[in-house]
Structures are given as structure tokens and as C-alpha cells.
């Protein structure tokens, strides 16, 4: 029998950003015994579960759950609100994005791009007048969704979604709002009706603190009509089916039973710590990483401080290091995972995840790996971030 014994001591630090790790919490609730997924007491757990993550997307309107990952969900979004052939604007901020765009592509629409010019195109987050002035230079209203990423994983930059928001109002442009807060659910501040969202994608594995496997829709009552009258492709994904039975808990399919019973035990969590709460702890990790980059002399790959995520942050490395080989080092050397540059980034930076089952000395130990890294490679640093973040988060008390 073939044995892998990857980590055979302690705890590996998985500090890519997602999937997060997992509190025993949940992992001990997604070990219980499989129920029957028609019988009543499942009914009483998908009914449960959709109220709570009405809480969490903040959100009045119907939460749509598959047993997908985040692309399934995309897919979903687009499938159920468009049609073949239809114009869709979608604005790229970096890798996630721009698969995004891809998928649309291959499910046959027109899918425009919008994006910063040259070297700020990964670096920055959506620009609401780009949207706005594309929107009203399009007086035919052909263009029928836009597509933005509220938090982009392959860079850590936040974009302002009521921003765009109020920029297809400025338009008064008819167009869906898409967003894709994969990475951003329950770690970051998101407000789908608030923000005049149309559909919103998510999914199980990054803020809700679950292994991957749960992919999310939550649908305005606009994107509802218009599901009614797209005619793309559509069996798994359809809403139509899915909105019925789940008015008493249940699927038209066979749904992720123990993660049901994780993303459960996750809801009580995190409502039970309230969302602000758990946004300014993300806020505060954000922050005291971002210290300890500052100390080093490296840049953030966010080029906007105020559009920093809180659930990761991008570090850029010097000329001359591969930010990959670094990685290997790390991981090789002291057990601790990072995320990799991906697309353009590749081997130019690599992401520290500050989200998931992590506290300040969870940081600590993955910055030390880190810091032991980049001068096990030679990298001249300014500065010890691991300081840095010690004095950062001495001085600044966990959110009450």
C-alpha cells in the first residue's frame, strides 16, 4: 500500500488563499453520519441553510446552492440570464477575471473587455466611468450583463461593487450586475442587495471556511425574470427547478450532504460572531501582514491602499527571483504553502492567505517562513516584517 507522509509533524500552514483551512469545528460536523437527503430532517437542515446564507450574502432574495466549485457557479450565472449570442461586459482584474471571460466566450457570448491600460491592469480594481462611459455609449442596450469580481484572488485588490452599481444607474442602462465575491464571502464586507447585485457567485471554500465542493447563486428578482426568457443551454444549472423544490429544503439532485452539515456548523460561526465582527478581524490580519511586507522592501501588488483585500495579500518579488522557487522552498523547508502568481504573474509574486481557521501567531509563523525564505534565497530585505507584524498586532487588540 502506497503511504504519503506528507507533513509528519504539527500542523501544515496553508496560507494560500483558499481553500482556507478548516476549524475541527466544522470538520468534525462533516464527519457525521450521511442522512437520507429526501427524508425530513434534511428538509429542516436546507431550509436552515438558506436562511443563514441569506444573512451572509445580506440578502433577502433566493440563495441558490450546487455541489459545484466557484466555476460552476459562474456558469450558472451566465447560463440562467443570457442567451446565445448576447453582449456581455466584463472588466478584468486579473486571472480569475479574465477565466471568466473565457468561459463566457466558450459558452457562445460576446464577451467585451474592459481593463486598466499596460502595466496597472492586475494592479488596480474595476473602474466605475470605464463601465459607465462604455454603458452610455451603447444607447441600444446590447450589451445585457456586467461582469466584475468584487474581490480578485489572483491579486488581492477589493473593487467597489456599489460603485458600479451606481455607475449602470448613471447610465441608466438596463444591464444585469454580475459579481463573482468567490473569495470574498464572509471575510469581506459584501451586500448584495444593498448593491443592487443581480446574481452573485460564490462558493464554499475560502471565507465560509469549508473544503471546496459548494457553489453559490444569490438572484435579484430581475435576474429571476430574466432566466425566464434565456435560452442558453441549461439542465444542471437551471434555476427553475432548483427555486421550487427549494421552497422545502430539498434539490432536484443528489446535494453535498456532509457539506451541507459543515456549511451549517460555518453559518453558525460566523453569525453567531457577527459579520462586522469577522470583517474587521480579516481587516486587522490584512494589515499586520501588509506591515510585515512594508518592512521587507517588497511591493504590494495592489497598487491602491484603499482597495487592499482583507483576505490575502500579493507580494511581488525582485528581478531576478522566482517567486515559485521561493515557493518550493518554503513549502520544502518549513511545511508552509503559499498561493502562486497566476497568468501574467506567474513567478513574479507570490499571495499570503490571512483568511480561514488562522489567528495572529498563525501569521506570525507563516511570515517567519517566509522572511527565512526570501534570505535562504539571498533576497536583500530592508527590514524583518516578522517584527513588524509582531509590533502590529501587539499594539492592536483583537476585534471585540
Given at each position: 500500500m502506497l503511504?504519503?507522509?506528507?507533513?509528519?509533524?504539527?500542523?501544515?500552514?496553508?496560507?494560500?488563499?483558499?481553500?482556507?483551512?478548516?476549524?475541527?469545528?466544522?470538520?468534525?460536523?462533516?464527519?457525521?453520519?450521511?442522512?437520507?437527503?429526501?427524508?425530513?430532517?434534511?428538509?429542516?437542515?436546507?431550509?436552515?441553510v438558506m436562511a443563514d446564507l441569506q444573512k451572509i450574502f445580506k440578502t433577502t432574495r433566493p440563495v441558490l446552492i450546487y455541489p459545484a466549485s466557484g466555476t460552476g457557479a459562474w456558469e450558472a450565472a451566465l447560463v440562467n440570464t443570457l442567451s446565445a449570442g448576447d453582449q456581455v461586459l466584463m472588466f478584468e482584474t486579473g486571472h480569475f477575471a479574465a477565466l471568466w471571460h473565457k468561459l463566457a466566450t466558450r459558452l457562445g457570448l460576446s464577451a467585451e473587455r474592459l481593463a486598466w491600460p499596460g502595466a496597472s491592469a492586475w494592479?488596480?480594481?474595476?473602474?466605475?466611468?470605464?463601465?459607465?462611459?462604455?454603458?452610455?455609449?451603447?444607447?441600444?442596450?446590447?450589451?445585457?450583463?456586467?461582469?466584475?469580481?468584487?474581490?480578485?484572488?489572483?491579486?488581492?485588490?477589493?473593487?467597489?461593487?456599489?460603485?458600479?452599481?451606481?455607475?449602470?444607474?448613471?447610465?441608466?442602462?438596463?444591464?444585469?450586475?454580475?459579481?463573482?465575491?468567490?473569495?470574498?464571502?464572509?471575510?469581506?464586507?459584501?451586500?448584495h442587495d444593498e448593491w443592487g447585485v443581480d446574481v452573485t457567485v460564490s462558493g464554499s471554500q475560502k471565507g465560509l471556511m469549508l473544503p471546496p465542493g459548494i457553489a453559490f447563486n444569490a438572484v435579484s428578482p430581475k435576474a429571476?425574470?430574466?432566466?425566464?426568457?434565456?435560452?442558453?443551454?441549461?439542465?444542471?444549472?437551471?434555476?427553475?427547478?432548483?427555486?421550487?423544490?427549494?421552497?422545502s429544503g430539498y434539490f432536484p439532485y443528489t446535494p453535498n450532504t456532509n457539506l451541507m452539515y459543515g456549511l451549517s456548523e460555518a453559518c453558525d460561526m460566523i453569525l453567531g460572531q457577527g459579520l462586522d465582527?469577522?470583517?474587521?478581524?480579516?481587516?486587522?490580519?490584512?494589515?499586520?501582514?501588509?506591515?510585515?511586507?512594508?518592512?521587507?522592501?517588497?511591493?504590494?501588488?495592489?497598487?491602491?491602499?484603499?482597495?487592499?483585500?482583507?483576505?490575502?495579500?500579493?507580494?511581488m518579488t525582485p528581478e531576478g527571483l522566482d517567486a515559485d522557487a521561493l515557493r518550493r522552498l518554503i513549502y520544502e523547508r518549513f511545511d508552509c504553502s503559499l498561493g502562486?502568481?497566476?497568468?501574467?504573474?506567474?513567478?513574479?509574486?507570490?499571495?499570503?492567505?490571512?483568511?480561514?481557521?488562522?489567528?495572529?501567531?498563525?501569521?506570525?509563523?507563516?511570515?517567519?517562513?517566509?522572511?527565512?525564505?526570501?534570505?535562504?534565497?539571498?533576497?536583500?530585505?530592508?527590514?524583518?516584517?516578522?517584527?513588524a507584524a509582531m509590533d502590529f498586532f501587539a499594539g492592536q487588540q483583537a476585534p471585540a
Open positions: 503511504h504519503l507522509d506528507f507533513h509528519p509533524t504539527g500542523r501544515h500552514f496553508l496560507q494560500i488563499p483558499g481553500p482556507s483551512p478548516v476549524p475541527d469545528r466544522i470538520l468534525r460536523a462533516i464527519s457525521l453520519p450521511t442522512i437520507d437527503h429526501r427524508g425530513p430532517e434534511f428538509g429542516a437542515l436546507g431550509l436552515k494592479r488596480q480594481g474595476v473602474d466605475a466611468s470605464m463601465v459607465s462611459q462604455r454603458l452610455a455609449a451603447d444607447p441600444g442596450h446590447q450589451i445585457k450583463a456586467v461582469c466584475v469580481v468584487h474581490n480578485e484572488t489572483s491579486t488581492g485588490v477589493t473593487s467597489d461593487i456599489a460603485a458600479v452599481r451606481r455607475a449602470i444607474d448613471s447610465a441608466a442602462h438596463p444591464a444585469l450586475l454580475l459579481v463573482d465575491t468567490i473569495s470574498g464571502l464572509a471575510a469581506a464586507d459584501y451586500r429571476i425574470e430574466a432566466s425566464k426568457k434565456s435560452t442558453l443551454p441549461k439542465s444542471f444549472w437551471a434555476w427553475d427547478e432548483m427555486l421550487e423544490i427549494n421552497r465582527r469577522v470583517f474587521r478581524r480579516h481587516q486587522r490580519w490584512g494589515e499586520g501582514v501588509r506591515a510585515a511586507v512594508r518592512a521587507w522592501g517588497l511591493p504590494i501588488q495592489c497598487a491602491d491602499p484603499a482597495l487592499y483585500s482583507p483576505v490575502l495579500t500579493g507580494v502562486t502568481g497566476l497568468g501574467q504573474l506567474k513567478g513574479r509574486m507570490f499571495r499570503i492567505g490571512h483568511l480561514g481557521d488562522c489567528n495572529d501567531l498563525t501569521l506570525i509563523a507563516a511570515l517567519s517562513a517566509c522572511e527565512m525564505g526570501l534570505k535562504l534565497c539571498g533576497t536583500p530585505l530592508a527590514g524583518s516584517g516578522v517584527q
